[in-house]
Nanobody
């Protein structure tokens, strides 16, 4: 079992920055790559970023590459998503998610159904 709890979402102006946190826990946490998805109203949930179990590999969606940075504080079991130069298109509910480690290395990590565990989500709203 893995538990994921997100925080940090809020209203921010375009061009601003925001940091989301995901506290991860559970007795099988070491078997999972951790990352983020987002879902805007009326749209499908989309992949944002993913980090491998040992942190040697990170993948970003093209839409956020160069603006978002994923990191992990292992001492606190926390996944951090630093978001810079935000635009209204980044407005969405952001979800922390856990994907079996082997799926990341096999390339099966872009779709929500590849993920076993989800947080409750945190709302990010970017005003123009």
């Amino acid at each position: 079992q893995v538990q994921l709890v997100e925080s940090g979402g809020r209203l921010v102006q375009a061009g601003g920055s925001l940091r989301l946190s995901c506290i991860a826990s559970g007795n099988t946490l070491g078997d999972y790559a951790l990352g983020w998805f987002r879902q805007a109203p009326g749209k499908e949930r989309e992949f944002v970023a993913l980090m491998s179990v040992i942190g040697d590999r990170t993948t970003y969606a093209d839409s956020v590459k160069g603006r978002f940075t994923l990191s992990r504080d292992r001492a606190k079991n926390t996944l951090l998503l630093e978001m810079n130069n935000l635009t209204p298109k980044d407005s969405a509910v952001y979800y922390c998610a856990a994907c079996p480690a082997w799926k990341y290395y096999s390339g099966d990590y872009l779709l929500p159904n590849e993920y076993d565990y989800w947080g409750q989500g945190t709302q990010v709203t970017v005003s123009s």
